[in-house]
């Protein structure tokens, strides 16, 4: 029987915002353990939680952006639970009324469009960390930390609309870059700043109803969230096929092994109590709070993409690596507009820039080759002061030392020779050392012509216009 | 002025136990609101006052570390769960104190021991720093031996605060301004409900002669109905309880106050820790909330309740349109004696009935004294306002205070 696979994600991701969702403490990665923490985030006796506004700000923008629509009343709820890491006893989030609902994405899979409903956007704070086996004294004993309890996160729901595990990985990726797009998030997996979880079921080919569903966790890479998918599919199909009842439960991937094990069944599954959150009042977001929202979003991915290959004249596979990062895109259409000729700057950026940034492990904006530079250097190229060759090694110099093109060129004397009675001389002379040649050359063999030009690049150290020179050489031999 | 508090706000460097096991040696490095505005006002903080564990109680008996008298009567209770701010007044220890009231812990235990006890509207006092029994019901307000006091302490306590995203963003009046302006006019809504069955024939006496000063004064009385009062009680006890099962959850030995870890594992440790921290009460609160909260359960009784208290809010609107301010007795019965009702938590919950229903609609509300009984205990009205209109409470209980003087008796100790 042929099996039909239905996949909905949910995704958390962990705001960029200065300070912690309900007080002031700061969000840095990597502090030392439970240095940024106060009374209110330890869940001290008394104290309150204070809503951050920039972190509402930062949810309406992803809301906007996936085309949901947004609640102008939404609540926060307590989610009851005991853990070391969640210092109040209980999670501050949304539950019945979240923030957002109904919207959507497209995403672009083995080049088909399609759709993907989103079910719902909320906020919530994050829980802090145990570091288990790293006790000082106590044999077994857990350290807890607490500086990412509180840090605000969005929780994106989506539709069960997605039907393969690659297409889960192209839903995870277009999420993630939009998150980073709007600058809301930085996207990072391994730092556990965006998180997936993975209701998965399969049913037969045709089925409407949906089958049982398995939640699975601990996915921290694209690659994750694909084999524990895959592996899954698999053992749910087995199960079937032999008989037996997929039954609802959570289950864990485990990396190493590439196999999902069971975490908790629905018997065992939490209840956690979820009610209105009393501390804090209803959000309530006006006209103004959208508006403040959607008018400092930038353009998005898609979109970029779509007018960079309009715009630019630009193939769609340039477009698409040039505007996969927002200051990539940024850094290429600086460049442009200082320059011209998209296609050549294209080629730049997506060659020489990004190989270079791998290699180097920098991102755009640490490049030291800024878009002014870039253009001066090319310039040099257009002007026919030095070829196209040595441009490339002026830019990798650009690149470790952050100088400029001219003052590079000028250093090693890489100017290209284009008088043409300088030119004339070094013709003359392999003209001389190669009798043989000339021989051959008039007698119809015309393909030594790039002979005689390397011949002439190498007397002149690769300083010789190579179209001049053999413009020259040609005059000469006729 | 030197000022008592209630053991249940924080105070920087001062141990703050909410008189329980659990925070028995509890320090906090912040001040409550409430404390700060009080210090930066020029107060003297002369020390922390007993109660019931948590908040949670009637009578000040479920103080984990020692009961609490009432002056006038040492065998009696001093009522609660701010029995020993009221206590304290009324025997001259301070010149005022600060308490909580979530369903009466204010008002009862003022009327118990004679003094003025005031609920403001919720909101109008910060609760940041103000350990959470109910976070929805909850509200910090003075005990003090005369109205005028109560007014004045109010001008300080009461505020918006950027700490409190509940706190009333409104400006505050001088409570103490108008005190004087009389009652000439003022319409008093008397609620047939609350002269039932039940309640003690001295108290409704001297209720009744409360009634007939101020209509000397010249205030006009009207019968008025807040028929969801009779669910009163049984909506507290799953409104409160639910929210008290939440804001208890942080009491788990793992970052501050009491950490039994004689038990194996995690799960043992907060099983140890809870049930030594934690005493009868609170525990039984937990259990309640915690079950109103759970799958299955929630719509049948945390969700009922919040509608019904919805309900008991409307019925405070309709009568406030026939009338100023609502009067009633504040308890059913003058204190009670020590140990009298420990053994019955119902009935020790049925002390309340007259002061929960304010909590849930959310309204100022504040007890007076308004005559003895013939055992020589005192007895409390209770005035009931308008959503923060504290000020036309003050206006009338001074007016009818100035004229009786109870105030001006005291125990003999």
Same mark, same amino acid.
């Given at each position: 029987m042929k099996y039909e696979t239905v996949i909905g994600l949910e995704v958390h991701a962990q705001l960029l915002t200065d300070s912690k969702l309900f007080c002031g403490c700061r969000t840095r990665f990597g502090a030392g353990p439970n240095t940024q923490v106060c009374p209110v985030c330890l869940g001290m006796p008394?104290?309150?939680?204070?809503?951050?506004?920039?972190?509402?700000?930062?949810?309406?923008?992803?809301?906007? %952006?996936?085309?949901?629509?947004?609640?102008?009343?939404?609540?926060?709820?307590?989610?009851?639970?005991?853990?070391?890491?969640?210092?109040?006893?209980?999670?501050?989030?949304?539950?019945?009324?979240?923030?957002?609902?109904?919207?959507?994405?497209?995403?672009?899979?083995?080049?088909? %469009?399609?759709?993907?409903?989103?079910?719902?956007?909320?906020?919530?704070?994050?829980?802090?960390?145990?570091?288990?086996?790293?006790? @000082?004294?106590?044999?077994?004993?857990?350290?807890?930390?607490?500086?990412?309890?509180?840090?605000?996160?969005?929780?994106?729901?989506?539709?069960?609309?997605?039907?393969?595990?690659?297409?889960?990985?192209?839903?995870?990726?277009?999420?993630?870059?939009?998150?980073?797009?709007?600058?809301?998030?930085? !996207?990072?997996?391994?730092?556990?700043?965006l998180r997936c979880d993975a209701n998965v079921s399969i049913r037969p080919a045709g089925e409407k109803k949906l089958g049982t569903k398995i939640e699975l966790k601990n996915m921290n890479s694209f690659k994750f969230l694909k084999d524990a998918v895959v592996y899954e599919i698999d053992r749910q199909t087995e199960a079937v096929e032999s008989g037996e009842r997929v039954i609802q439960e959570t289950r864990l991937f485990d990396p190493s092994a590439g196999v999902t094990r069971s975490m908790r069944t629905k018997e065992e599954a939490h209840d956690y109590r979820y009610f209105p959150e009393p501390d804090l009042l209803p959000l309530i977001v006006g006209e103004d709070d959208i508006e403040k929202a959607r008018s400092s979003m930038p353009e998005l991915p898609a979109g970029k993409k779509a007018r960079f290959i309009k715009e630019y004249s630009i193939p769609a596979y340039d %477009? !698409?690596?040039?505007?996969?990062?927002?200051?990539?895109?940024?850094?290429?259409?600086?460049?442009?507009?200082?320059?011209?000729?998209?296609?050549?700057?294209?080629?730049?950026?997506?060659?020489?820039?990004?190989?270079?940034?791998?290699?180097?492990?920098?991102?755009?904006?640490?490049? @030291?080759?800024?878009?002014?530079?870039?253009?001066?250097?090319?310039?040099?190229?257009?002007?026919?002061?030095?070829?196209?060759?040595?441009?490339?090694?002026?830019?990798?110099?650009?690149?470790?030392?952050?100088?400029?093109?001219?003052?590079?060129?000028?250093?090693?004397?890489?100017?290209?020779?284009?008088?043409?009675?300088?030119?004339?001389?070094?013709?003359d002379e392999a003209i001389g050392r190669n009798p043989d040649s000339v021989e051959k050359y008039r007698a119809g063999k015309t393909k030594l012509l790039g002979f005689f030009v390397g011949e002439v690049l190498k007397a002149t150290k690769g300083r010789a216009n190579p179209g001049l020179v053999a413009e020259l050489v040609k005059k000469k031999l006729s | 002025m030197p000022i008592a508090i209630k053991d249940i706000f924080c105070t920087r460097g001062v141990k703050t136990t909410c008189s329980s096991r659990m925070l028995a040696n509890f320090v906090p490095p912040y001040d409550s609101t409430v404390v700060k505005r009080l210090k930066d006002a020029g107060a003297v903080i002369l020390g922390k006052l007993n109660m019931d564990e948590f908040a949670m109680g009637s009578s000040t008996e479920n103080s984990a570390f020692f009961k609490t008298l009432n002056p006038w009567d040492t065998s009696c209770v001093p009522g609660g769960s701010s029995g020993g701010s009221a206590a304290a007044v009324a025997a001259g220890l301070c010149a005022a104190s600060i308490g909580t009231d979530t369903g009466g812990s204010i008002r009862q235990p003022a009327s118990f021991c004679g003094v003025v006890g005031l609920k403001p509207t919720y909101g109008r006092v910060s609760r940041y720093g103000m350990i959470a029994f109910a976070s929805s019901l909850d509200q910090g307000g003075p005990i003090t031996k005369d109205v005028t006091d109560a007014a004045m302490l109010l001008n300080v306590m009461a505020g918006s605060d950027p700490l409190d995203s509940t706190s009333v963003d409104a400006p505050v009046p001088d409570y103490a301004r108008g005190?004087?302006?009389?009652?000439?006019?003022?319409?008093?809504?008397?609620?047939?409900?609350?002269?039932?069955?039940?309640?003690?024939?001295?108290?409704?006496? =001297?209720?009744?002669?409360?009634?007939?000063?101020?209509?000397?004064?010249?205030?006009?009385?009207?019968?008025?109905?807040?028929?969801?009062?009779?669910?009163?009680?049984?909506?507290?006890?799953?409104?409160?309880?639910?929210?008290?099962?939440?804001?208890?959850? $942080?009491?788990?030995?793992?970052?501050?106050?009491? &950490?039994?870890?004689?038990?194996?594992?995690?799960?043992?440790?907060? &099983?140890?820790? $809870?049930?030594?921290?934690?005493?009868?009460?609170?525990?039984? &609160?937990?259990?309640?909330?915690?079950?109103s909260l759970s799958a299955g359960?929630?719509?049948?009784?945390?969700?009922?309740?919040?509608?019904?208290?919805?309900?008991?809010?409307?019925?405070?609107?309709?009568?406030?349109?026939?009338?100023?301010?609502?009067?009633?007795?504040?308890?059913?019965? =003058? =204190?009670?004696?020590?140990?009298?009702?420990?053994?019955?938590?119902?009935?020790?919950?049925?002390?309340?009935?007259?002061?929960?229903?304010?909590?849930?609609?959310?309204?100022?509300?504040?007890?007076?004294?308004?005559?003895?009984?013939?055992?020589?205990?005192?007895?409390?009205?209770?005035?009931?306002? $308008?959503?923060?209109?504290?000020?036309?409470?003050?206006?009338?209980?001074?007016?009818?205070?100035?004229? =009786?003087?109870?105030?001006?008796?005291?125990?003999?100790?």
């Open positions: 008394g104290v309150l939680p204070v809503l951050n506004a920039k972190a509402m700000d930062y949810a309406l923008k992803m809301a906007l %952006a996936v085309n949901c629509a947004v609640n102008k009343k939404s609540v926060f709820a307590r989610k009851n639970y005991f853990y070391p890491d969640l210092p109040k006893g209980y999670q501050i989030s949304q539950y019945s009324e979240p923030l957002a609902e109904k919207g959507f994405i497209d995403i672009e899979n083995l080049g088909s %469009a399609r759709r993907i409903g989103i079910t719902r956007i909320h906020m919530e704070e994050d829980a802090g960390k145990l570091l288990h086996g790293e006790g @000082p004294d106590e044999e077994g004993a857990s350290l807890v930390d607490l500086n990412r309890t509180g840090v605000p996160l969005i929780e994106i729901v989506s539709e069960p609309d997605i039907r393969t595990p690659d297409e889960a990985v192209s839903y995870l990726k277009a999420i993630r870059d939009i998150l980073v797009y709007l600058e809301i998030c930085d !996207g990072n997996m391994q730092e556990g700043s %477009a !698409g690596v040039l505007t996969a990062h927002r200051r990539l895109a940024d850094f290429y259409e600086s460049s442009v507009r200082l320059f011209g000729e998209p296609k050549t700057v294209s080629n730049w950026v997506m060659g020489e820039l990004l190989r270079l940034l791998n290699e180097h492990s920098k991102d755009i904006t640490d490049s @030291p080759v800024t878009p002014e530079k870039l253009a001066a250097l090319l310039k040099l190229v257009k002007n026919g002061d030095i070829s196209g060759k040595a441009a490339k090694e002026v830019f990798e110099e650009m690149f470790t030392t952050g100088r400029d093109a001219a003052s590079i060129v000028n250093e090693k004397g890489m100017t290209q020779i284009s008088d043409e009675g300088e030119l004339a001389r070094a013709v | 005190l004087k302006d009389g009652v000439k006019g003022l319409k008093i809504g008397i609620p047939k409900e609350y002269f039932i069955e039940g309640l003690d024939r001295e108290v409704e006496g =001297a209720v009744n002669g409360a009634i007939d000063a101020l209509k000397a004064s010249g205030a006009e009385t009207v019968g008025v109905s807040l028929p969801h009062t009779e669910y009163a009680v049984g909506v507290y006890y799953l409104v409160a309880t639910a929210e008290a099962s939440s804001n208890l959850a $942080r009491y788990d030995g793992v970052k501050y106050g009491l &950490r039994v870890d004689n038990a194996a594992g995690l799960l043992g440790m907060y &099983r140890a820790t $809870r049930d030594r921290g934690f005493g009868a009460e609170v525990k039984r &609160r937990i259990m309640l909330g915690t079950y359960y929630y719509d049948a009784y945390y969700k009922k309740a919040s509608e019904v208290r919805t309900l008991v809010k409307r019925d405070f609107d309709e009568a406030f349109k026939k009338c100023d301010v609502i009067l009633t007795p504040t308890s059913p019965t =003058a =204190a009670f004696r020590l140990g009298e009702k420990v053994a019955d938590p119902l009935t020790m919950y049925l002390s309340d009935i007259f002061t929960i229903s304010c909590n849930l609609a959310g309204i100022p509300g504040m007890s007076l004294p308004c005559g003895f009984t013939s055992k020589g205990l005192p007895i409390g009205l209770q005035l009931l306002g $308008r959503p923060m209109d504290e000020a036309t409470l003050l206006r009338a209980a001074y007016t009818y205070e100035q004229g =009786a003087g109870w105030h001006k008796k005291r125990p003999a100790l």
